[in-house]
């Protein structure tokens, strides 16, 4: 039995719906899956191949590369670098921007991504992911430069991300809601299994790492406090959940909604995760899904990039959720903007 929409077939009929569509969008993205088909196997035969482990190399943010880190990384800058339709690539493995095929001729996108989020967690058998965020160089009729990847949210063409668990997933949009996909095995290929995603407008579930607590603003504490009193909810305390991999944590967060946060604190005074590769494409779902994303007082989408590794904080979920959080820690409203 066909499946009634595989991933290539249901981006194809969403080319449709746009007659002067070249086509280069719908490729890139059926480019992006099979990457992540690639990255979820080798994540998931990890243990036979020897790919445990550091490769005592330190990345740009100060962090111990893992040998899958690597692996994931030259995956995709060899899959998406010879699609000849991207001017440049961000990793967050590289220090610097690299130079595709295509950065000399006509490619018309950047695209920044972070190969494999959460690979600390590998060996644990805790999910992990990859995610990314493409834009459309400011010019087309330049080749690509790094002020590319200087633009707000709002410019974002497409952005999505996987999770590599029980089930290897696929969520994406280009603007036009959010579509998710789970890979069959069988045939190979990732089948539409959660068409047109809506984060629910409120939740029962906060994720934080409250091993931070030390470090946090005092209104931060008294907000995560809030959520652990008897009649914090109708049916009473939120339910703390943290896995430790920002895709996972999210995922969960955009399904069942609630509240994900990563806050600035005393260590870590601008953020601790990655803007342009992190923070600002996860953002884009969680608002095209219903939802809303800030760094504290600001939408997430509404920032431009300075720097292709800038820092920031992240808050995200529902709407309600997200609302509260700046009321109490930042004495906003509504932030959602929409």
């Known amino acids: 039995m066909i499946p009634t929409q595989t991933l290539s077939r249901f981006i194809h009929s969403q080319r449709k719906r746009y007659p002067d569509s070249t086509g280069e969008l719908s490729d890139l993205l059926v480019s992006i ?22 490769s005592g190399e330190i990345n740009v943010h100060g962090d111990e590369k893992r040998i899958l880190d690597d692996e994931a990384d030259e995956v995709l800058v060899e899959l998406l670098g010879s699609s000849g339709h991207f001017g440049l690539l961000v990793s967050e493995e590289r220090d610097s921007v ?7 001729n006509e490619g018309k996108y950047v695209l920044a991504f972070d190969p494999l ?18 834009y459309k160089k400011k010019d087309e009729n330049r080749a690509a430069i790094n002020d590319d990847f200087c633009q707000p949210g709002s410019a974002v063409v497409a952005a999505g991300y996987s999770v590599y668990g ?4 696929f969520v994406y949009s280009t603007g036009s809601g959010v579509h998710g996909f789970t890979l069959d095995p069988s045939i190979g290929e990732f089948v539409l299994t959660d068409p047109d995603i809506r984060v629910p407008e409120r939740g029962t579930i906060y994720s934080v790492n409250e091993g931070n607590t030390a470090f946090w603003d005092d209104r931060v504490k008294t907000y995560v406090e809030s959520l652990k009193r008897h009649d914090a909810t109708e049916k009473g305390p939120y339910t703390g ?6 895709v996972a944590d999210f995922d969960r967060t955009l399904r069942k909604g609630g509240v994900f946060l990563y806050p600035v604190d005393a260590k870590r005074p601008t953020g601790r995760l ?3 590769y ?23 989408v509404e920032i431009t990039p300075s720097d292709i590794h800038q820092k920031s904080a992240l808050i995200t979920g529902s709407p309600s ?18």
Do not use: W
């Open 166 to 169: 029980a089930k290897t997933s």
């Open 98 to 104: 690299i130079a595709t095929d295509a950065s000399h």
């Open 117 to 134: 989020d959460g690979s600390s967690n590998i060996g644990s058998n805790i999910p992990t992911g990859t995610i990314f965020c493409i």
């Open 241 to 246: 959940r943290y896995v430790g991999s920002l």
């Open 278 to 300: 992190e923070c600002m494409p996860l953002a884009f779902i969680m608002e095209q899904a219903g939802g809303s994303a800030i760094n504290g007082p600001d939408r997430i």
């Open 33 to 54: 899956s099979l990457g992540m088909k690639l990255i979820s196997q080798m994540v998931a035969t990890a243990g036979f191949k020897g790919l445990h482990g550091y």
């Open 321 to 338: 959720e997200v609302a509260r959080y700046a009321a109490q820690v930042h004495a906003k409203g509504d932030v959602k903007g929409r």
């Open 274 to 276: 990655r803007l342009l």
